[in-house]
């Protein structure tokens, strides 16, 4: 079992910004998405932002405009600009291989404060 890596996470004022980053240890996986997903308490996990092999990028509608999700191999970052308290989550990397394999992260606190 692959268990990913996760960095980056913290404590800032609203406005600031906070980049994380995510890694395969070891590398080797035939990745196709990678992505970040995030989890506020007493809510439901939600889709932050996703980059395919290709590229191509999906992003949450409470975050565009403000976060950028970018990859490299085995290594996914997330740089997150204009934080805003309700941007405060446990956030999760997540990890689908090429034949549909699926890796999470332990989850890394992002906590904002006005």
């Known amino acids: 079992q692959v268990q990913l890596v996760e960095s980056g996470g913290g404590s800032v004022q609203a406005g600031d910004s906070l980049r994380l980053s995510c890694t395969v240890p070891g590398g080797g996986l035939s990745i196709n998405t990678m992505g970040w997903y995030r989890q506020a308490p007493g809510k439901q996990r939600e889709t932050v932002a996703k980059?395919?092999?290709?590229?191509g990028t999906f992003y949450g509608d409470s975050v565009k405009g403000r976060f950028t999700i970018s990859r490299d191999d085995q290594t996914v970052y997330l740089e997150m600009n204009n934080l805003k308290p309700e941007d405060t989550a446990v956030y999760y990397c997540?990890?689908?291989?090429?034949?549909?394999?699926?890796?999470w992260g332990s989850g890394t606190q992002v906590t904002v404060s006005s």
């Open positions: 980059i395919n092999s290709a590229g």
């Open positions: 997540n990890v689908i291989t090429v034949i549909f394999q699926n890796y």
